[in-house]
């Protein structure tokens, strides 16, 4: 029987991190050399040359770095916005053009006027004509394109994912204590039942891209070893968080399915954002030294990792919107609200991912460096301020880099965490085989050391992998995204993450100071393993390529006055 | 559309930031992963180790879980300086190194491949703890002059076992008691000694301690000052007359018809109006002879015939100028006068005084090559099955005259068998001046008797004679431990 452990251990714990590279291979390979087309969804005449739209969202100018490139002296660099709604409808906006706008010959307001297909534009002194095209042509223009998931199947990727988990189980089986065995089994079961549910749920809505999917199911997977590991008598939990976070993922991806819908929620979501910290930094506890927890009939959660996902929702801007300061303005006030009640809270790890996802959204949305190194200024005398009013985060500061010399206080869970994750080696000790798990906040602000340990540096770096792969990804797509409203949800959703994961990761192992922030999907804690799922709708919301994701619907469903352009001459579009 | 991807730089920024971490990490990891793995994952490491001595009593165990040294309290303190501890607290034992390797860190595995090692020593431990049984109890002998002194900590009764010497340093009682201990009058004051002992036949060290030590499994007495350090590696001492034989090996090879050679001591003796003290009037004497009387006026005269360059040119030679190592522990160096110091100077360093200061190991080398007939077997004290490294140390005929000579020191100076009874002893005393009045004991030389070839140097610090406290605690140690193993054997 010894024996018989002994060969199952040894096989898993090998074969959990070959699973791993190729999840980790395919996965990348599948989301960053696939093709990725531009979908069509009008077309501009300038004289004879047919400039097709590819954006619900448009820039036209002069700049090289608008969408549609008119090169005359007379046009402004960036000089209107040509925008499609959900239901089809196009508006286009003077956005402080010095030649302005006509349609048909009527100035457009900066408010924008509608415009049809035929249509004329004026852009000072530069005409074009707009023409629309409608459901048909648009299903034979996208049939053109290339499908996600051809090259890189899906479903193989699953399947590995599938026998990485079972090789994790079985590791599990072997090691942890007999009375929870039949939980951690059942919990990984569950895993796998609902990661199969999902990708045919997605089949049969004949979706082909599952690749965020499978990324955040591994990084579950790994964070339901974490559990098994560290608190095996909560599998049940960790499992039914897994699928209320799924569900959450695909009730938002449902919810970005509409832009319009997205869109109108931004004002009630900073509201609630702003409600959900105001009722923390009033009612909360301290807890380890931050007070953010807050206790709802028995069960405890963490506001602040709901507010992320909530800031993103309003943070998030269409093209149109960008163009005019008072939002930008609004939302920096927002931000600032944000990030002094994570400093109130005493949360620093947190106030910092809202700061950088505050530079990164202000910057997508403006551009200008300039804002940015003010905010950072601003920031810089903030934290000096911070620092003197709260002395325990000017300790972490001091004991930064120099947690060897003080191994029994300050550097106490650095020093564990870097001696585990060392001692794991490349491969590992196998699954609940190590010591770390013992150390507070093991299974949260030191995974990637409890990972390194258990399952080895390779499993713990495919991890990173995984994350970086999604962010990777996600500026790929905002290439491609219809609404600038989902690039810019999507690259912060995955800058939050990543800044998450450097504070959690380098601030165990001594590279940045400890702040004790949670690894997305990994960490123990349920807030946050929502919010993560939550935040990979944005990035399915932002992934454009033909039939991949659920949150986008394919062009043909798109827009409801489609037999208006029935008279369409098909010619006109060749 | 393509100015939020141009704008999405901001995250191949923080993507960028995290890769380069991720590369920082894997940097120190290689560099580091070891210290950081084994400063707490020891326990977690199935690994065990055992350092044994050439007997097979095990000195150090070691598993996962817990750290040991020997079960006796004596045989653990008497070899503390062999084996160090796991803390390295000696800086130069084996034990912490050992340690490390033993548990097995690599980059690929981390500590995770589970070994069991075992390192085995030359050291006979039993002759360690006999050293440690007559060299802990010699005693400085109380100054008259030094006045009473506050005790730095309360009174306190000790249990002690001492032990009485006649005027000759013979043995003639022991007793254990308690002793109160009231005011520094009470205190005893132990001589911080050295001894080594090797095979000089074979280069194996046999033993080796370093007094005061520790008992590393001791938590609460506080080490005695200096307990930390190994006197025979780590430490230099002036050598007093025991240098004699290195004067009087450069003789040897620098001067003609040395047996016709005769040496004349009246008490003093004036180089450039400085007068060399001498214990006797010797009058005229025999190269042999000047030795075996360890006249101070011959041994200058000679250093001055050869001159500096020729003393420093020996000096340097017979390695006492520099770190030697013993199985990779580096021992300090050595001094002397290398820079042009004049002749009464020059006098003073030939017997062993002046800014003369050796380091107990590099005597032993000394003493072995002698033995050997001028072949020196560098000492080894781990048993890795390899030989020990073979060097011409120096000319055999060089070596016989030494062998000679300390032979004849011993029956017509120290007593012959009355003084070393079974041993066939050879040898050469020191009486080593530091300055305040004090003396350092030493006693170096080995047993010319092929079934126990051990050379040896002892050395007691402010010990007193070099003969009546080095050369009867050396006397009584040996026979004791040959006594014990011929016991052992029949």
């Keep these: ?574 | 559309m393509k100015k939020i991807r141009n704008r999405s730089v901001s995250l191949l920024i923080i993507a960028f930031l995290v890769i380069c971490g991720m590369i920082v990490y894997v940097l120190r990891y290689v560099d580091d992963g070891k210290e950081w793995a084994l400063y707490f994952s020891r326990s977690n490491s199935g690994s065990t180790g055992q350092l044994l001595d050439r007997n097979g009593v095990t000195l150090a165990y070691f598993s996962g879980f817990e750290n040991r040294f020997a079960d006796d309290a004596t045989t653990r303190t008497a070899n503390y300086h062999v084996t160090g501890d796991y803390w390295n607290r000696t800086g130069n034992g084996f034990l912490a190194e050992y340690w490390d390797e033993a548990m097995g860190f690599d980059l690929i595995t981390g500590t995770t491949q589970a070994e069991h090692s075992q390192m085995l020593l030359n050291i006979d431990s039993t002759l360690n703890n006999i050293m440690y049984k007559h060299l802990s109890v010699l005693e400085i002998p109380i100054d008259e002059d030094e006045s009473l002194t506050e005790l730095p900590f309360e009174p306190h009764t000790v249990h002690q076992w001492r032990v009485a010497v006649d005027g000759e340093g013979k043995l003639i009682e022991e007793s254990e008691k308690d002793v109160l201990i009231a005011n520094s009058w009470d205190r005893p004051r132990f001589c911080n000694s050295a001894m080594m002992v090797c095979n000089y036949r074979t280069g194996e060290l046999l033993g080796m301690i370093s007094l005061p030590t520790v008992d590393p499994m001791d938590t609460e007495t506080p080490p005695a000052e200096g307990a930390y350090i190994n006197r025979c590696l780590s430490a230099s001492f002036t050598p007093g007359s025991v240098f004699k034989l290195v004067t009087a090996a450069a003789t040897i090879e620098n001067t003609d018809q040395l047996s016709e050679k005769r040496y004349y001591c009246e008490d003093e003796y004036y180089i450039a109006g400085v007068p060399i003290v001498c214990t006797h009037s010797h009058y005229n004497q025999s190269f042999e002879l000047a030795m075996a009387n360890s006249c101070n006026v011959a041994f200058a005269q000679m250093a001055v015939k050869l001159g500096q360059d020729t003393m420093v040119n020996y000096v340097k030679q017979y390695g006492f100028l520099d770190k030697q190592s013993l199985d990779g522990i580096p021992t300090v160096a050595g001094s002397y006068p290398t820079e042009f110091v004049g002749d009464p100077e020059l006098g003073w360093s030939g017997i062993g005084q002046s800014t003369d200061l050796v380091c107990p190991y590099a005597m032993l080398r000394f003493v072995c090559a002698i033995a050997n007939d001028g072949v020196l077997l560098e000492p080894k004290m781990i048993n890795d099955g390899k030989a020990p490294k073979a060097e011409r140390f120096m000319e055999a005929s060089t070596a016989r005259k030494l062998q000679e000579m300390m032979s004849y020191n011993v029956s017509y100076s120290y007593g012959g068998e009355h003084t070393f009874p079974g041993l066939n002893m050879c040898a050469k005393t020191g009486t080593a001046e530091i300055g305040d009045g004090d003396t350092h004991a030493w006693f170096v030389g080995f047993l010319d008797d092929e079934e126990h070839p051990y050379a040896f140097v002892t050395m007691v610090e402010r010990g007193g004679g070099g003969l009546y406290v080095a050369g009867n605690t050396t006397s009584r140690i040996l026979q004791e431990y040959i006594g014990n193993s011929e016991g052992a054997d029949e």
């Design chain 1, 1 to 574: 029987m010894d024996m018989l452990i002994f060969y199952a251990m040894t096989t898993s714990r090998y074969a959990v991190i070959v699973m791993s590279v190729l999840i980790i291979v395919r996965c990348i390979r599948s989301m960053l050399s696939e093709r990725y087309e531009a979908e069509v969804w009008a077309y501009v005449y300038r004289g004879d040359e047919a400039i097709p739209v590819c954006h619900w969202e448009n820039l036209i100018g002069r700049s090289l770095s608008v969408d549609i490139r008119i090169d005359n002296r007379s046009m402004s660099r960036v000089h209107a916005v040509l925008v499609r709604s959900d239901t089809g409808e196009w508006r286009i906006f003077d956005i402080f053009s010095k030649g302005g706008v006509w349609v048909n010959g009527m100035k457009v307001s900066p408010y924008g006027a509608q415009i049809h297909s035929g249509d004329s534009i004026n852009l000072a002194g530069n005409f074009l004509r707009f023409l629309d095209i409608n459901r048909y042509h648009r299903s034979l223009l996208d049939a053109q394109r290339t499908e996600a998931g051809l090259r890189v199947e899906p479903f193989i990727t699953l399947m590995y994912l599938t026998v990485f988990e079972v090789f994790l189980m079985i590791e599990h089986m072997c090691t942890a204590e007999g009375q929870f065995v039949k939980a951690i089994c059942l919990a990984f079961l569950g895993l796998i039942c609902l990661q199969w549910l999902c990708y045919h749920l997605m089949r049969f809505i004949n979706r082909s891209g599952f690749e965020v999917e499978t990324l955040a199911f591994y990084l579950s997977a790994l964070g339901m070893s974490v559990a098994a590991t560290s608190t095996p008598e909560d599998m049940f939990k960790q499992l039914l968080l897994t699928i209320v976070g799924v569900a959450l993922f695909l009730l938002s991806g449902w919810w970005f399915r509409s832009l319009k819908r997205s869109s109108a929620a931004r004002t009630p979501m900073a509201i609630l954002a702003i409600l959900l910290l105001g009722v923390n930094v009033v009612t909360s506890d301290a807890v380890f030294g931050a007070r953010n927890w807050l206790e709802i009939g028995g069960y405890s959660f963490q506001p602040s990792e709901f507010v992320k996902v909530l800031y993103i929702f309003a943070g998030a801007s269409t093209l149109d919107r960008l163009y005019r300061r008072n939002e930008l303005y609004s939302f920096i006030g927002f931000s600032a609200l944000c990030v002094v009640a994570m400093a109130l809270i005493g949360d620093f790890g947190t106030a910092l991912i809202f700061f950088v996802s505050f530079l990164v959204i202000s910057f997508m949305r403006s551009g200008s460096i300039a804002t940015v190194l003010l905010a950072v200024s601003g920031a810089g005398l903030a934290g000096v301020l911070a620092v003197t009013v709260k002395p325990y985060i000017a300790q972490r500061f001091a004991i930064w880099g120099h947690v060897w010399e003080d191994i029994y206080d300050k550097g106490y869970q650095q020093t564990r965490a870097m001696s585990a994750a060392a001692s794991g080696g490349l491969f590992g000790k196998g699954a609940g085989e190590g010591w770390l798990k013992d150390i507070f906040a093991a299974n949260t602000d030191m995974v990637f050391a409890l990972v390194s340990e258990d399952l080895g540096m390779i499993v713990a770096v495919c991890m990173v992998l995984a994350v970086l792969a999604l962010a990777f990804f996600a500026m790929r797509s905002a290439r491609h995204a219809r609404s600038a409203y989902y690039a810019i949800a999507a690259c912060t959703a995955m800058s939050m993450l990543l800044v998450q994961l450097s504070l959690n990761v380098f601030g165990s192992l001594d590279i940045l100071p400890f702040t004790g922030v949670t690894f997305p999907f990994v960490s123990r804690g349920g807030s946050s393993l929502l919010s993560c799922w939550m935040m990979m709708a944005f990035v399915k919301s932002a992934d454009n390529r033909k039939n991949a994701s659920f949150a986008v619907k394919t062009p043909e469903r798109t827009g409801i006055y489609e037999d208006e352009f029935d008279e369409f001459d098909e010619e006109d579009i060749e």
